[in-house]
T-cell receptor
């Protein structure tokens, strides 16, 4: 089992460019999440999807959009990247809508110059 | 919404000593409290969790204690080893119970 797979692993963007971070899980989980990790700030929730067909804002949603493409896939889009979005992005999934253990991907390191 | 505070931000111990990391939460309705370990270059991984109907849970050298009245929970690592060096995060559910809100993390360094 691959678990949670994120692509790409590394990306450099210029300010104003757009890109989509991809995430897929093979555990048949209902819930999926996007977090960003910054030094001294811990893991902050951007958006989540408690079930296929639903998405909700987390703690820091501004500047991002998400799509729950199907039960396996949950993508995060930056429409116009800003240097403040330089971060490590983690996708996670959990088996139930009521939160239990979350399984994380390996992360995407994004730099916006 | 839920607010999770974690202390200390860094912790250095000698091999064999114990380490304690503490977290407080704000939502008295929260009922699930996990701890994650993140090694360099990897995603966080669950190491232990506790539900609100239990005061303490142990798994070999790690334990978690919960005080619902005071709204705080702690991670205890005994007989620390160099491989325990990592960043540790506590978490609690958001108000809807559908996502985890994390503390800011504790960088634990175990020197031999």
């Amino acid at each position: 089992n691959a678990g949670v797979t994120q692509t790409p692993k590394f990306q450099v963007l210029k300010t104003g460019q757009s890109m989509t971070l991809q995430c897929a899980q093979d555990m048949n989980h209902n819930s999926m999440y996007w977090y960003r990790q910054d030094p001294g700030m811990g893991l902050r929730l951007i958006y989540y999807s408690a079930s296929e067909g639903t998405t909700d804002k987390g703690e820091v949603p501004n500047g991002y959009n998400v799509s729950r493409l199907n039960k396996r896939e949950f993508s995060l889009r930056l429409e116009s990247a800003a240097p403040s979005q330089t971060s490590v992005y983690f996708c996670a999934s959990s088996g139930r809508q009521v939160v239990t253990e979350a399984f994380f991907g390996q992360g995407t390191r994004l730099t916006v110059v | 919404g839920e607010n999770v505070e974690q202390h200390p931000s860094t912790l250095s111990v000698q091999e064999g000593d114990s380490a304690v990391i503490k977290c407080t939460y704000s939502d008295s309705a929260s009922n699930y409290f996990p701890w994650y370990k993140q090694e360099l270059g990897k995603g966080p991984q669950l190491i232990i969790d506790i539900r609100s109907n239990v005061g303490e849970k142990k798994d070999q050298r790690i334990a978690v204690t919960l005080n619902k009245t005071a709204k705080h929970f702690s991670l205890h690592i005994t007989e620390t080893q160099p491989e325990d060096s990592a960043v540790y995060f506590c978490a609690a559910p958001n108000q809807a119970g559908t996502a985890l809100i994390f503390g800011k993390g504790t960088t634990l360094s175990v020197s031999s």
